[in-house]
Nanobody, 119 residues
Framework: QVQLVESGGGLVQAGGSLRLSCAAS????????MAWFRQAPGKEREFVAS????????TYGYFVKGRFTASRDAAKNTQYLQMNSLKPEDTAVYYC????????????WGQGTQVTVSS
């Protein structure tokens, strides 16, 4: 089993920045890739960013447009999401997820951290 714990959410003004962290514990050797998703009230969960466990490959949701950077620290079993130029529409609960292979679904999820961007 893998446990994921997010931190770093909060309230920020539009144009501001936040850095989310996701610490993985347990059977971390089974993780192939990790990702960030978000869910706003009344909306479906959507993909934000993913980074391979090697840290060499990152992909982003269409709405990121260069504002977010996903990364990971292998020594700490932690992934990060640096979010800059935040907009009110970025307000959501942000979830960390992990998958055991390149083609499998994300089977491990954190509890989520709230990000609120005021206008």
């Amino acid at each position: 089993q893998v446990q994921l714990v997010e931190s770093g959410g909060g309230l920020v003004q539009a144009g501001g920045s936040l850095r989310l962290s996701c610490a993985a514990s347990g059977h971390t050797s089974s993780i192939h890739r990790m990702a960030w998703f978000r869910q706003a009230p009344g909306k479906e969960r959507e993909f934000v960013a993913s980074v391979s466990w090697s840290g060499r490959t990152a992909t982003y949701g269409y709405f990121v447009k260069g504002r977010f950077t996903a990364s990971r620290d292998a020594a700490k079993n932690t992934q990060y999401l640096q979010m800059n130029s935040l907009k009110p529409e970025d307000t959501a609960v942000y979830y960390c997820a992990a998958a055991p292979s390149a083609t499998s679904s994300y089977s491990y999820w954190g509890q989520g951290t709230q990000v609120t961007v005021s206008s």
